[in-house]
């Protein structure tokens, strides 16, 4: 099983940027989806979580209203929208799938590789 991150890159303070994440396995689309991030120097914390039937989402206080998280279950495919973006988004993302849809991370069973999202002021 495996999960693919992508869509990361470099954006000026305020832009926008759409992550997503397929999964390997159709499986997963009957799986819980998060968003996580770490930051240099910073433990990974949560962003976005997601249930499998897109029916409950939750949020990090700090991305509530500039971050969506959304998924295409026939796609395989959770995203993540992200908006007014800020120096502090700055870290590398990863998506992850659990059978709970949870801010923690340990109920989480498979991780991506992460993508980078750089922004610059």
């Known amino acids: 099983v495996q999960l693919q991150a992508s869509g990361g890159g470099l954006v000026q303070t305020g832009g926008s940027l759409r992550l997503s994440c397929i999964g390997s396995?159709?499986?997963?689309?009957?799986?819980?989806k998060g968003w996580f991030r770490q930051a240099p120097g910073k433990e990974r914390e949560f962003v976005a979580a997601i249930s499998y039937n897109s029916a409950r989402t939750f949020y990090a206080d700090s991305v509530k209203g500039r971050f969506t998280i959304s998924r295409d279950n026939t796609k395989n495919t959770v995203y993540l929208q992200m908006n007014s973006l800020k120096s502090e988004d700055t870290a590398v993302y990863f998506c992850?799938?659990?059978?709970?849809?949870?801010?923690?991370?340990?109920?989480?069973?498979?991780w991506g590789q992460g993508t980078q999202v750089t922004v610059s002021s």
């Open positions: 992850a799938a659990g059978l709970t849809t949870s801010y923690r991370s340990s109920p989480y069973d498979y």
């Open positions: 396995e159709r499986t997963l689309s009957t799986y819980a």
